[in-house]
């Protein structure tokens, strides 16, 4: 590896995405060629799925503000959600990271993705939990007064009953709600919420496992994951 690969790669990291590309090789089953990343932000999620995937990345987002290095490493382009400019069948995975809570016509994204994944072709999906009492925590570039002063308003949003993407709020979905979504596009649906908390908490592996089993976690996992395959038949 020569001095600028290591640069590159030394830029190119965070701490959950690799625990969701792990998670994605052991449920998907099969190797990935081709990944879209829907929503991709800088693309620094694109960039870590292609190196720990082994795969060739493209990565769509509206706004376009991409990490140099990132941009290096995989294709990042702008592009609508609701209307993606590839032909039907071009990935044989989708990957989404919250973004869909920024979608209005979310429906119509899940559908654009469905179309163009192949038929058994993977997905993983994460939004913020709707039903969740505090959130932000592991958000890596805010700081404690900027994950404060989020939650605050969340609160307020709650406790006015206007907690939903289309009135303005951060909301996501709850674990129900984001599955039978996902369902209704793709098909087929597994909630691995669990094993991610588990894996990227390993440390605190029984603690995850307790408020799971109580059921606690529905309200203080503050995210939800699902994968799936597409099934034939499914919403396009």
Not at 91 to 96: L, R
Request: charged share 20%.
């Amino acid at each position: 590896m020569t001095t600028a690969d290591a640069a590159a790669k030394r830029q190119i990291q965070d701490t959950k995405t690799p625990h969701l590309a792990r998670l994605i090789a052991a449920r998907h089953g099969k190797p990935v060629n081709r990944l879209l990343v829907v929503g991709c932000g800088s693309g620094l999620e694109a960039a870590i799925l292609s190196r720990e995937l082994h795969c060739r990345v493209t990565g769509i987002d509206i706004d376009g503000n991409f990490d140099a290095a990132s941009a290096a490493a995989v294709s990042l382009e702008v592009g609508d959600a609701t209307a993606l400019r590839f032909s039907n069948g071009s990935f044989d995975f989708v990957y989404s990271y919250h973004a869909l809570e920024h979608i209005p016509n979310f429906r119509k994204a899940l559908n654009e993705m469905n179309r163009v994944l192949s038929d058994q072709g993977g997905y993983c999906v994460g939004t913020p939990n709707r039903a969740r009492l505090v959130g932000y925590l592991g958000s890596e570039q805010a700081t404690l007064s900027e994950r404060l002063a989020w939650n605050v308003i969340d609160w307020r949003a709650m406790l006015r009953g206007r907690f939903r993407n289309e009135l303005g709020a951060h909301a996501g979905f709850t674990s129900d709600e984001l599955a039978a979504e996902l369902r209704a596009a793709f098909g087929d649906v597994s909630d691995i919420s669990l094993d991610y908390y588990r894996t990227v908490y390993a440390r605190r592996k029984s603690l995850v496992q307790i408020l799971h089993s109580s059921g606690l976690g529905k309200v203080l996992f503050p995210s939800v994951y699902f994968t799936g395959v597409k099934r034939t038949g499914a919403s396009t």
